[in-house]
């Protein structure tokens, strides 16, 4: 039995998806624990792109159980355009398993995500505006709506008239549209009732596929940066995306967690406002943009690009656990002349490896780098370390040794086959 945490180790977009679907072959469940439609993973399969929001990776093999945790935040509505959008596509036969502890998003929460987000102005987060940190928030106020009472005509209209007494006042006081109940119920039960064949007790059925020896994978969402508790707050998203939260995010014993998989670019990205220490611009920023296709799968918007930050890697290890990395995108590095990565940060004259609290702080370090050479060979076809260039073998040397963790899988290009195996995981 193995229980492999999958988490994004930067800032989100480093292509859980490939690695996910790559490592699905093994699993016999599939889980994601936290965040909802604001993520979007790009999953290749023969050379045909699916992109998925909420519905975990594994929806593709029809052997895999799919699970959303009790941690996700789901839009029911936009849960079953997903849906119906694979089935469209000849995705028919798949298993998927929905907690009836998860929390709704409604249409509330996308329209107070935008609210917030204008009256914030220039310190704006750069949210996804899909409503995820509204509906966060309602759950840590105690008057969320749960996958549970949403399949339940009675307990949705009883929780939604609880809610929208306060949330009317709050959209009222914003100058925005209110809700009435059966306004909401009449389109959303609807939805309702197409979900509910799904919903059940996810973590009981974790527990049984724990018991069994089940190989289980945990598939992450947004990155360790974005984290809010752990992230470059407030420029973060509204749940942690660590390892450590897995256990609470999806009702299962932390004893049971085996292995953390960091998923790593071979650089940097970020979408969104909030600091970047190792940002680049101008050319080199385009070229990497521009071969590693570095716009948002959910908004299209164009990434931001640095050169990868072993000081923010070091610190996701730390607080995450994570004890293997899998290294994306590491063709597109191919034709740079140079190669940077960042060891320190100077902050005050002072030489640091410690990653800051505050935002002052993370506006002022200025990275330190070791300046590496590149390589031109095209790696895309390489299938085992040893066929790698020399230059681009002591890259992966240095990571390992900035960060003090093994790479255990290199990607070199978007498909299946195009990922270098260096350690099995399952
Ligand atoms: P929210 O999660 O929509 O509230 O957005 C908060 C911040 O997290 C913004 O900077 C988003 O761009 C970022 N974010 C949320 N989900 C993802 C993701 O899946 N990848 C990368 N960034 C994300």
């Known amino acids: ?5 999958v988490e994004g180790s930067q800032w989100g977009d480093e ?4 690695i996910t679907d790559y490592l699905g072959q093994y699993a016999n469940v599939v889980v994601r624990s936290q965040g909802g439609n604001n993520a979007g993973h790009t999953i290749t399969i023969n050379g045909e792109k699916f992109a998925l929001r909420s519905i975990p990776s594994g929806i593709f093999n029809p052997k895999i159980k799919n699970v959303m945790a009790n941690g996700m935040v789901i839009d029911p509505k936009q849960m079953l355009e997903e849906l119906d959008g694979l089935i469209n596509r000849g ?5 998927l398993f929905i907690s009836n502890r998860a929390h709704i998003v409604l249409p509330y929460h996308k329209d107070l995500d935008g609210a917030y987000e204008d009256l914030k102005g220039n310190l704006k987060i ?6 995820i940190g509204p509906c966060y928030a309602d759950k840590i106020n105690r008057i969320g709506i749960r996958m549970g009472d949403f399949i339940n005509e009675e307990s949705f209209k009883k929780n939604l008239s609880e809610a929208l007494l306060i949330k009317n006042k709050e959209l009222e006081m914003l100058g925005l549209k209110q809700y009435s109940v059966d306004e909401i119920v009449s389109e959303y039960k609807e939805y309702a009732k197409r979900i509910k064949p799904y919903v059940c007790d996810t973590a009981e059925l974790l527990e049984m596929e724990i018991e069994k020896g089940s190989n289980i994978l945990f598939e992450g969402a947004q990155g360790a940066m974005l984290c809010i508790d752990h992230g470059t707050y407030p420029y973060v998203t509204s749940s942690s995306p660590i390892g450590a939260s897995v256990p609470l995010n999806a009702g299962i014993a932390p004893k049971y967690i085996t292995d953390v998989l960091g998923i790593c670019k071979s650089y940097d990205t970020r979408v969104g406002e909030g600091p970047f220490p190792t940002e680049i611009d101008g050319k080199l920023a385009n070229y990497i943009r521009e071969k ?3 716009y948002g799968t ?10 990868l930050d072993c000081v923010a890697l070091n610190y996701a290890r730390r607080v995450s656990g994570i004890n293997h990395l899998s290294l994306m995108l590491f063709d597109v590095l191919g034709g740079l002349k140079e190669i940077k990565i960042c060891y320190a940060y100077e902050l005050d004259g002072k030489v640091t490896t410690s990653f800051p609290s505050t935002l002052d702080e993370l506006y002022r370090v200025k990275p330190l780098y070791y300046t590496m050479p590149g390589f031109d060979e095209d790696i895309s076809n390489a299938t085992t370390f040893d066929e790698l260039p020399e230059n681009a073998k002591n890259y992966i040397r240095k990571i390992e040794e900035l960060t003090k963790i093994k790479v255990s899988m290199i990607s070199v290009g978007p498909d299946r086959c195009q990922t270098i195996m260096l350690e099995k995981l399952f």
């Open 1 to 5: 039995m193995s229980v492999l945490v």
């Open 15 to 18: 292509g859980k998806g490939k």
């Open 91 to 95: 995705i028919k036969e798949f298993k």
């Open 126 to 131: 750069g949210t996804t505006k899909r409503g």
């Open 292 to 294: 590693g296709h570095e």
């Open 298 to 307: 959910v908004t299209k918007r164009p990434r931001r690009v640095g050169w």
